[in-house]
């Protein structure tokens, strides 16, 4: 019907009321155990991290590599209340952390990193492209934002086969501005899919940052004009995290369909390897790691819970023996056999979910991202490398030693 003059324009039309919203999240009370379990998990990303970072510095890890340190907290808190293999986690290329949150042997995401053919995804993904489907971990994705609608897809199987699941989305704020996310949030509400959106808003998307580039920076509103409610969380406490998926798991479990959840954290290093992370300042940087560390927070928590010094020690030392392990194992492994750098594809429609080689197409000479993940070990190169990487990043994530220049090397574009 034609809009009359008497009627009232849009702008003045009362807020829709009584939209109803999920309860405030409370910070969750652990049990001892798990918050030792917690605790342990986070760090354990964070050596595995350090460790990742030191090996690409040695040329053992080719192509990209974008490390997770600082935001263990939302990995951990999430997915410590989700259900492996029922319910499905798909993020971006940050994506090492997510995966060690979700039970992925450490020795095979590692092996990944180096191209090795005992890697998760053979070798042939490396750092950025890495799936389980066993654990319903579906990746590790390089383009922005494409995790948002797959992710919704993957709500959709949910729903559609009835298994009960539930789909986290991760995706960070410079994804957050993306038109696909918005298309794949109006699906998502039309159908009420089981989706957990969870905004890993680090302050910077690459060199900029949200206040620069974000129009509406409380990036837990996004989905208001979607009908999808959004809360706001600390990133950096692993318990407001746990707290925060209690309440997005009950909320899309019990089919009142997707959530938002924007995690305020923080990257310690650079956006990627190559990231001079000229865009902020040293006592920014070290603001967070002094001030908000989200290992240190459960470390004052496991202490108000009677967890003595040494008990912490001992939990370090058999974390770094796990890393020392993986590392090892990464560096043995046999590099993948030529023919099978080939091309993979997925068949999953006939015989079950199963990956596989496909050597007729090993001809075309494309580039695949194995390509780069297995490039750059030539052992030649290691000194050199180590010492152009050491120059290249502070531990900080902050630009140190030749100031001004930004090389890149062949071969690792900056992503
Ligand atoms: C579609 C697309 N556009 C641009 C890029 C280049 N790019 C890679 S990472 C990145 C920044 C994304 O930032 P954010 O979503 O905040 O994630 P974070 O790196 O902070 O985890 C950009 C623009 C890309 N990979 N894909
Ligand atoms: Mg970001």
């Known amino acids: 019907m034609a809009r009359t003059a008497k009627q009232a324009p849009a702008s003045s039309e009362p807020p829709i009321p009584n939209r109803e919203r999920p309860p405030e999240p409370k910070r969750y009370e652990p049990s001892r155990d798990e918050l030792l379990r917690f605790y342990r998990e986070m760090l354990l990303i964070r050596r595995f991290e350090e460790r990742a970072g030191q090996l690409y510095g040695l040329g053992l890890i080719g192509g990209f590599c974008h490390l997770y340190i600082g935001q263990e907290a939302v990995a951990v808190g999430l997915q410590s209340a989700m259900t492996v293999a029922k319910d499905s986690v798909i993020t971006g290329y940050r994506d090492h952390g ?30 950025m492209h890495m799936f389980s489907v066993e654990h319903g971990f579906y990746g590790g994705h390089g383009i922005v934002g494409a995790q948002v609608p797959l992710g919704t897809g993957l709500a959709f199987k949910h729903k559609y086969s009835g298994d009960g699941g539930v789909c986290l989305s991760y995706f960070g704020d410079g994804a957050a501005n993306q038109g696909q996310v918005y298309e794949a949030f109006n699906m998502a509400r039309l159908w009420n899919l089981p989706v957990i959106y969870a905004i890993e808003n680090n302050k910077y998307a690459m060199g900029t940052s949200v206040e620069r580039s974000h129009s509406e920076p409380l990036l837990y509103r996004r989905g208001e004009s979607f009908r999808i409610p959004g809360i706001q969380v600390d990133g950096m406490d692993v318990l407001a995290v746990r707290g925060a998926a209690e309440v997005a798991l009950d909320w899309t479990r019990s089919g009142k369909g997707p959530i938002i959840i924007e995690f305020l ?36 928590d ?66 695949h991202a194995g390509q780069v993940a297995g490039q750059g070990r030539r052992r030649g190169e290691v000194g050199r490398r180590a010492r152009r990487d050491r120059d290249r990043q502070g531990d900080d994530g902050v630009r140190g030693g030749r100031r001004g220049q930004d090389r890149q090397d062949p071969g690792r574009g900056r992503h």
Request: net charge negative; aromatic share 6%.
């Open 302 to 367: 496991l202490e108000a819970l009677g967890v003595g010094a040494d008990e912490l020690k001992a939990i370090d030392k058999e974390i770094k023996d796990i890393v020392v392990q993986a590392a090892k194992f990464a560096e043995d492994a046999p590099e993948p056999p030529s023919p099978s750098s080939a091309p993979t594809c997925w068949s999953g429609a006939t015989d079950g979910d199963r990956i596989e080689d496909a050597g007729a197409v090993a001809d075309h000479g494309g580039r």
């Open 265 to 300: 954290t923080y990257r310690y290093r650079g956006h990627s390897m190559s990231d001079p992370a000229r865009y902020r300042s040293r006592e920014e940087v070290q603001g967070y790691r002094e001030g908000r560390d989200p290992i240190e927070h459960a470390a004052r």
């Open 98 to 127: 997510h995966m060690l949150a979700y039970g992925i042997d450490p020795k095979v995401i590692m092996a990944e990193l180096t191209g090795r053919a005992a890697g998760i995804s053979k070798g042939k993904g490396g750092s």
